[in-house]
């Protein structure tokens, strides 16, 4: 303290608050300030996206059909800063859409039925789940001949 005092204007108040450091030496309140900063903008971050992608985890935690369609409306909000699209995005996500994967397989069917295209086998028509995707070969097609198409 002594090399403070001797710097002091002689009008100033000798009985300086414990923040005020000498010249040269290290300012201890201005390191943990920066400190204090630093972990509070990296903490509002963490939060910030994880908050962003809120829809993005409903929907994959709930095994949603809609997840790529909430996943690029949350990158859409996150890039165009339009508030609206997170909001469609929490919306689709917690919304559970009925599968027609089940009725448009048959539909396919009936309509390869009638073209008088071989429908593929009743097991490979379902979806079938990710490892059954990869042991299971792709399915076989006939193509229709020129002299079988309907004409409408």
Not at 38 to 59: K, Y
Not at 100 to 109: A, C, Q, Y
Request: charged share 15%.
């Amino acid at each position: 303290m002594n090399a403070v005092s001797e710097t002091l204007h002689p009008a100033a108040s000798h009985h300086l608050p414990s923040f005020i450091t000498a010249p040269g030496e290290t300012d201890v309140l201005m390191v943990v300030m920066g400190l204090i900063l630093i972990v509070a903008v990296l903490s509002f971050g963490i939060l910030f996206f994880r908050l962003h992608t809120l829809p993005e985890r409903i929907a994959h935690r709930g095994h949603k059909l809609q997840l790529e369609v909430v996943a690029v409306l949350g990158l859409i909000s996150l890039f165009t800063h339009m508030h609206i699209f997170w909001i469609a995005g929490l919306l689709l996500a917690l919304i559970d859409l009925p599968d027609f994967s089940g009725w448009l397989g048959r539909i396919g069917t009936a309509v390869e039925k009638i073209a008088g295209i071989k429908p593929a086998d009743s097991e490979t028509s379902a979806e079938p789940d990710c490892a059954e995707q990869r042991s299971l070969p792709a399915p076989k097609r006939t193509a229709i001949k020129p002299t079988e198409r309907i004409h409408a």
